[in-house]
């Protein structure tokens, strides 16, 4: 079965730190991999993708995420939070053979202090 | 602003009611996916339609039902709802690709 895990509900890092936020896949075919954000009371917006090439992709807001594949990982980073990246973020994983359809992690809160 | 609309941004209706959700896709864009997101079960695929034809279908209960139209907007059509059901319903669409870009939800409360 497909599934994404994301292994830390909430962290919270001071403005300026970086960040590293994990996922973990497991799934049956090769994967698309995506990170989105949500605001409280808003959509998802897509930071980043990855669905080939080089494993070091690059998003929006300075957001980049890493896939690796021995380590089914695909982790986000971002080398210094601002307070307005406060929010949920969502890893999930597609794929072809799936229709596309996202399976997604529970998420992982960011809380950032000043 | 992601170009995907979703209508009402908030429905509060009673049990055993029916609704309509209704969503358009990015220009376009043919393929229309619907997901529920709830505290308890997160963020979850409910089904697919790509071009008119439903394409896969989810963890989508049998009182629920969609369709998309020639217009390719979608409509999600929930039926004897439970308090259960309340929950964030979003619309996402793709032009076939994988990458999906949502709307801003429907937050639906079953009172």
């Known amino acids: 079965a497909q599934s994404v895990t994301q292994p830390d509900i909430h962290i919270t890092v001071s403005e300026g730190a970086s960040l590293e936020l994990r996922c973990n896949y497991s799934?049956?075919?090769?994967?698309?991999l995506f990170w989105y954000v949500q605001s409280p009371g808003q959509g998802l917006q897509l930071l980043l993708k990855?669905?080939?090439?080089?494993?070091l992709v690059q998003g929006i807001k300075g957001f980049e995420a890493e896939f690796k594949r021995s380590q089914s990982s695909f982790n986000l980073r971002k080398p210094s939070v601002h307070w307005s990246d406060a929010a949920e973020y969502f890893c999930?994983?597609?794929?072809?053979?799936?229709?596309?359809?996202?399976?997604f992690g529970a998420g992982t809160i960011l809380r950032v202090k000043s | 602003d992601s170009g995907v609309t979703q209508t009402p941004k908030h429905l509060i209706t009673a049990t055993g009611q029916r609704v309509t959700l209704r969503c358009s896709p990015r220009?376009?864009?043919?393929?229309v996916y619907w997901y529920q997101q709830s505290l308890d079960q997160g963020l979850q695929f409910l089904i697919q339609?790509?071009?008119?034809?439903?394409?896969a279908k989810g963890n989508i209960l049998e009182r629920f039902s969609a369709q998309q139209f020639p217009d390719l907007h979608s409509e999600l059509n929930l039926s004897s709802l439970e308090l259960g059901d309340s929950a964030l319903y979003f619309c996402?669409?793709?032009?076939?690709?994988?990458?999906?870009?949502f709307g801003p939800g429907t937050r639906l409360t079953v009172t």
């Open positions: 999930a994983v597609g794929a072809e053979e799936y229709g596309n359809k996202l399976v």
């Open positions: 990855y669905f080939s090439g080089d494993t």
């Open positions: 996402a669409s793709s032009a076939g690709e994988a990458e999906q870009y």
């Open positions: 339609y790509y071009n008119g034809e439903e394409r």
């Open positions: 799934y049956g075919a090769t994967p698309y």
């Open positions: 220009s376009g864009d043919l393929s």
